[in-house]
């Protein structure tokens, strides 16, 4: 669940929906990955400002909803998530390293998207917890009602 952040000078609550796709779009994200992805993840919230209140995954990409601070940019919260999760699951598990010849882990893009919290975060939540599950396979536009 998302908190509400008290700083000096704000109290906050950004949320985004941050999709990242494997390299080549190659199925890596065995159970194995998956657990080592979380755990990195956790890591990555006791290091730096960022709350991952779920994360999914599907074969060959990555759900994140998470909560950070006014201080990081989008972009830098990606960048972020990128290289370090990229760094510890060729370390942790370096049979994926073979798989993904070119020695990246994450494509260059991603999709980012602001969500609210007294609008759709419920939606999201459920969708990317959901992921790789039956019907949850597509987020539809109508599910997002966003005012």
Not at 98 to 119: A, H, M, P, Q
Not at 125 to 136: A, P, S
Request: glycine share 4%; net charge positive.
């Amino acid at each position: 669940m998302s908190i509400y952040i008290h700083k000096s000078h704000n109290v906050s609550v950004l949320l985004y929906h941050i999709v990242c796709p494997a390299k080549y779009r190659k199925v890596v994200l065995s159970d194995e990955v998956d657990k080592v992805l979380k755990d990195i993840c956790v890591d990555i919230s006791i290091r730096y400002e960022m709350h991952f209140v779920e994360i999914g995954t599907d074969n060959d990409h990555v759900h994140f909803l998470v909560q950070s601070v006014p201080t990081y940019s989008p972009t830098k919260i990606v960048r972020t998530i990128k290289s370090i999760t990229a760094r510890e699951i060729f370390r942790r598990v370096p049979s994926v390293k073979k798989d993904l010849w070119g020695g990246e882990f994450w494509t260059d893009g991603y999709y980012i998207n602001t969500v609210s919290k007294r609008g759709n975060e419920d939606v999201v939540r459920q969708y990317v917890k959901k992921q790789g599950e039956g019907d949850y396979k597509q987020l539809h536009y109508m599910q997002l009602k966003l005012f």
